[in-house]
C-alpha cells in the first residue's frame, strides 16, 4: 500500500544514553507524531506502585533488562491506540525477542516498521553525559547540567517540579546497561539490516510470477539510517532532514509551539 509508506512507524534506537529520549522529544514538539518510551512508562509504573512497577524496580535498578512479556504487555497497550497515528518507539525492543514479538503484532494489524534510526553515539561520550542528567519522571522531559540546562538549577521549566537523578543514572550500573546492549540489544540491528535490504517478493525468486504482481504485493519497504554524533544538537538536523524527506505530507505543529 503506497500511502502507507507515509505513515511514520519509526524506531528510535541506540545506546542507553544516546539522546533517543532527547531527539524523540523534539520530533513531537515539530511535527504531529506521538512517542511511547519504555523507561519513561516503567518509570512512571515504579512511581505509582503497579504490580509491573514493583516486578521492574530492581531490575532496573541492577542495570538489567525487564522481561519481554512484561515489555510487551507495557508497549502493545499503548500501541493499540496509536493505530492510524504517526508514532515512534523509543526504548522498545531491546531483545531480538521483542523485535520479533513486535514485528507479529503490527503485522496482524496491518501496519508494518516504516523507519528505524540507528543513532550512533561514541560510549566516551555517554558515559560523561549520564552523570550530568536530570530528569522530571512524570512526563520523561530530560536536562543535562552541561548542554541544557534546566532555566532554574534543579526545577523543571514546565511544572516547576524538582529535577531528580534517575538512580540507574551511576558510573557502575551505566557499565551494566552497556554491556546488556551490546549482549542483547545490539543483534537487532542486524535484524532490521536483513528486513530493510531484502525484498519479500522478487522477481528472482519468482520467475513465474507477472512483474506487475511483484510490485502490487510488495509490502511498505522498511528505511534502516544510521547518524553518527556527538551531541544531540549535532545529530537533529539530519534527523529532521531523514523525516521531511521520507514524510513530506506530515503535518508540522503550529509555530507557535516551536
Ligand atoms: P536513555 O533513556 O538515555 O536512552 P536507557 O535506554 O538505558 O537510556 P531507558 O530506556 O529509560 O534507559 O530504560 C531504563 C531501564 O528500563 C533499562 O535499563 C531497562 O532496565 C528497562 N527497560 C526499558 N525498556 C526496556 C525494554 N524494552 N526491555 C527491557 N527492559 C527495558
Ligand atoms: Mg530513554
Same mark, same amino acid.
Given at each position: 500500500d503506497d500511502r502507507d509508506e507515509r505513515v511514520v512507524r519509526m524506531l528510535m534506537f541506540g545506546? /542507553? !544514553? +544516546? !539522546?533517543k529520549g532527547t531527539l524523540s522529544a523534539r520530533l513531537t514538539k515539530k511535527y504531529d507524531i506521538l512517542s511511547i518510551s519504555t523507561g519513561d512508562l516503567l518509570r512512571q509504573h515504579i512511581n505509582e506502585g503497579t504490580a509491573i512497577g514493583k516486578q521492574a524496580e530492581a531490575i532496573i535498578a541492577r542495570g538489567e533488562l525487564v522481561p519481554d512479556e512484561v515489555m510487551l504487555k507495557v508497549v502493545t497497550s499503548k500501541l493499540d491506540s496509536l493505530q492510524n497515528k504517526h508514532w515512534i518507539l523509543d %526504548?522498545? /525492543?531491546?531483545t531480538l525477542n521483542q523485535g520479533l514479538l513486535l514485528d507479529a503484532h503490527l503485522k496482524k494489524q496491518n501496519t508494518p516498521l516504516t523507519l528505524v534510526v540507528n543513532l550512533n553515539v561514541p560510549d566516551e561520550v555517554i558515559l560523561s553525559r549520564i552523570t550530568d542528567r536530570w530528569i522530571h519522571?512524570? @512526563? %520523561?522531559r530530560v536536562y543535562n547540567t552541561s548542554y541544557n540546562p534546566p532555566r532554574? +538549577? %534543579?526545577?523543571?521549566?514546565? $511544572?516547576g517540579d524538582a529535577l531528580t537523578k534517575r538512580p540507574d543514572d551511576n558510573p557502575e550500573i551505566f557499565g551494566r546497561r552497556l554491556e546488556a546492549f551490546y549482549k542483547s540489544t545490539s543483534p537487532l540491528l542486524n535484524h532490521y539490516t536483513t528486513q530493510a535490504t531484502? /525484498?519479500? $517478493? @522478487?522477481p528472482i525468486n519468482n520467475p513465474h510470477q507477472h512483474p506487475h504482481q511483484v510490485l502490487l504485493h510488495r509490502p511498505a519497504k522498511l528505511s534502516l539510517r544510521s547518524i553518527t554524533g556527538r551531541t544531540s544538537d549535532e545529530i537533529w538536523p539530519e534527523l529532521d532532514y531523514i523525516i521531511m524527506s521520507m514524510f513530506p505530507s506530515l503535518r508540522k505543529r503550529s509555530d507557535d509551539t516551536l
Open positions: 545506546k /542507553p !544514553g +544516546a !539522546g %526504548g522498545f /525492543p531491546r519522571t512524570p @512526563s %520523561g532554574i +538549577a %534543579g526545577i523543571d521549566d514546565v $511544572t531484502t /525484498p519479500i $517478493t @522478487s
